[in-house]
């Protein structure tokens, strides 16, 4: 065979750049259309959610309810959604006393004494769905991405289980499950939101102490709510635009 | 489950109470800067002229290479999906720190030093091809490519392109090894993680690691071959080693003293970390055994008049401490930023399995695993044969 070197170099390299447009395109074909409810417009909803501290009295329910809708794995030290307990004695909101056993899954055994004046209060726990997520930032093949509507999410057939989003999270939301050996978090129960339900954790709430709030729909009670509450997000300091908003949160709150 | 349950103290996020990054990473880090240091000590005979570190300046790019190879492996099996980790070549996601890793690695390791090792040896392989017989013979005349242009005009060719590759080699080290540190200086979550000073200060300790593996593993190769250690050589090694340590451990220093100052938010926690859950990782065996124990070893064979034969015996065990520090550095850095809660309220405890996946029986192969390699390529590719030295 007479072949020069630079023809061999010319069509190895058409080979190469063909093959590679090729994989590209069948990649496209094979990862389809994002999945969603027919009427449903993605550009139509912003999401996040409304959490009102005061009203929440850590029955658990949010968490079981969660586990059940989402088949969360039941070991202590999986969850999407959980509930923690704290303790604080007012002149030391450095170090506050912070439980949450079984992420209260089976809500709280009575701890502390009522009048020994300190304050008590639960605090529920989700993704905050981030809209500048270091999350998102951080996956090295996009596996996590954030929705249109302002969701973050896991396309688990991609994720490689390289863990980076789980250290990178500031707030501990996420975790591999061992059965797919992917990351695993909060969807915001998109599953339900984009058919117009609320999620799980919010129907399960007895006390409204969860809201779920569509920030672009101007009916939503949400924009009321952000109004007339003092509510602060979780570590502002990390500058993640976290969209999961708390009524009431404490300065010793974690 | 129960266990992992007790070994926390305070208070973790549920999720937290389990370790993301085991030993593998770790493992990963320290082969990486090992890969990195070594290059970077063969290129300062190339491009710098150091004519008394010589003798190594082969076994350095065969180890970089041994080392190499290696590096990726306990990422992948640290991977929930190993077998999507080509994605990572695919559909890269851009604003991911990680997502380069694979590209960074393979330019380095294609493009730098395998073509860098194969110009340099090109002539020696071919003389072999030429002399040896049955499948020797083959594997030689592959090594060549089937091309057995020896001609001076051809060597004179490889020596300048050599050259020229290990100027690109040396920031390509730079970047391999600096990037890994990025990795982890970049995630703003974690304040044992994040500062700017983590992409050099890895960078100072890779190269430290690398000149101690090198020094090592000539002295080691003398001795297997029953040669006498070529002093000159070693005595510079062990000076550009103690210098690269007092800048890393100066590093290091800065950026403790710069935590215990400023004592922001999360300092009481990893405070209270580094006297308790890393006191012996990190005080005892990175800092003083480690560090300052190699560090007084080699500056007691610049300030006293030794034999050579108590230096040989001073420079080993100063290469070991130093292997033994880095190697504890990377440990307190990778595990103890997983130690702490982001709550800064609690601790966890990190329990290792043994014959598990990312166990200690998987990491004391894949640590012994380069050195196999290196033995074949040494075996394959002598760096000691006086007769084919380079030209000119």
Redesign the interface.
Known sequence: MNTTRREFLGRSGCLLVLSASA??AW?AILAGRPEAAESYSTAAHWWGMCIDIGKCIGCGNCVRACKQENDVPL?????RT?V?RYHVVPDDLER?????P??GYDGFPERYQRDDGSKNFFVP?ICNHCAAS?C???????ATFDSPDGVVLVDKT???????C???????????DPR???VDKCTLCYHRITKGQTTACCEACPTGARRLADFKDPKDPVHAFLRDHPVHVLKPQ?ATHSKVYYNALDGSV? | ?EG??QGVQG????????L??SLLIVLYRFITGLVAGAFILASLERVFNVQAVKPTYRLALLTALAFLLVAPLP?QL????PG??F??Y????T?????M?GFVYLWYLMAVLVLEIWLDYRRDIVLMWRESRGWRRRIYGALALWSDNISDEALRFDDRLGRLLTIIGIPSAFLLHGYVGF?FGS????PWWSTPLMPIVFLFSAIVSGIALVMLVYMAAAWFRDRRIDMACVDTIARYLMYAFIIDFSLEMLDLVHRVYEADESFKTLDFMVRTRLYTSQVLVQIILGTLAPIALLAATQVFKLGAAVRTRLYLVAGVLTLVGIFAMRWNVVIGG?LF?????GYTTYKIGFATREGLLPAIVLMLLPFAILWILVKLLPPWRPDHARPG
Request: with cysteine.
């Open positions: 994989a590209s990649e070991d202590p030290t999986f969850f959980w923690e506050p006393l912070v439980d949450s079984n992420g726990k270091p998102v930032q951080v996956c090295p093949v996009g991609y994720c490689l289980g390289c863990r980076y789980i250290q990178a999270c500031p707030y501990g939301c996420r975790f591999i797919s050996r992917t990390m974690r | 489950m992992l349950l208070f973790m996020y549920p999720n937290e109470i389990e993301q990054w990422l640290h991977l929930g999906h999507r980790s994605e990572m695919l559909t890269p996601h604003a991911s720190a990680m997502a890793f990795i995630v703003k979550a974690n997983q809660s982001k709550s800064f309220l």
